[in-house]
């Protein structure tokens, strides 16, 4: 049996395989507080205070439950966000891709650490399993040197590797899979990413080719606790003047901003519904959130001339039709709103030039295919 770790920013996904088939999953959300357990159409209400804790809830509940017992699992897969240049494919965990992965923290602030204390979590649980790791930042390395690096000194590269990486890869991949069996293999496609932390990416012949996120996941598109997009001279101004220290404007950036630090509250569910009671602050995040996916989609056909669909996935992207709404009204792509408001699988009409699809995240499923090719070789 194998058991898949998704650990988010805010939010642990797991499933359970038995080779490619699907035994179970689900997801705690929220995790930091007054988490949410959910599981098919059961949602238990419960207090989860760290990914680790998470870990260990997932792994009692699947004993008690006589799903699997910890001694039968062999293989626990695990979504790392961050591997630089160094992985792009998955590898199988050992002391250095340990040291690695911590290594890395300091470009993933928000999910490495996450991702490290899963895995330790899993290890010290079941000592007998082998640990896979995933990284995020595989799918993105066929993006050309014309789009990954920065305008700055060359030599900050050759000794630092800053560069543009691209996060979400494996959801990214896993839309490019399932975009390339509609549209054929050499399809021009952009797959956007939207939950907790967004991100869109330009697909052609199933490869990243660019994408919004850069050197770290804080870059592109407005996000639940994060910046986005902002203008490099922002933190030297508040160094400068703003008394901050650099922990702090990291911290700042990364926990206490976009959504949350905008309207104070994190989670697009509950801005939509104080909109909709007239909070203009929430309304102004929804219009900023809309423009800003829009952008980047325009951007993006840059790298994808040819484009044949746009997919929305992700938390956000499969579940807020009036983001969809906007979205495309703002680049004058024709919807069906009948379908869009039902999350139909297909919501532009039949005589659209780009069709636009909603298709459910599978993270959990791609890492599973991804770690049985290791496995495998």
Known sequence: MQVIINAGSSSLKWAVYLQESHVISGVIERIGGDSIFCIHERKESVQIASHVQAVGFVLRFLAENKIVSVQDITHFVHRVVHGAEKYDRPVLVTPEVLSDIEAFSVLAPLHNPANLAGIRACMAAAPHAKNIAIFDTAFHQTIPP?????????????????????????????ISTELTKLYGQDAHVISCHLGSGSSITAVRAGKSVDTTMGFTPLDGVLMSTRTG??????????????HYSVDELSELFNKKSGFVGLTGKSDLRDIYEASQQGDEKCTLVIEMLCYKIAYYISALRVAVPKLS?????????????????????????????????????????EQSTVRVHIIPAQEEYMMQLLALSLMSS
């Open 146 to 174: 014309e789009v990954y690096l920065y305008g700055i000194p060359y030599n900050l590269y050759e000794t630092h590797r800053i560069r543009k990486y691209g996060f979400h890869g494996t959801s990214h991949q896993y």
């Open 229 to 242: 997009e902002i203008d490099p001279e922002i933190p030297l101004f508040l160094l400068k003047h703003g």
């Open 309 to 349: 669909a746009i997919a929305f996935t992700g938390g956000i992207g499969e579940k807020a039709w009036y983001v969809r709404s906007r979205v495309c009204a703002l680049l004058q792509i024709p919807l069906d709103e009948e379908r869009n408001q039902q999350h139909a699988p297909v919501i532009s009409p």
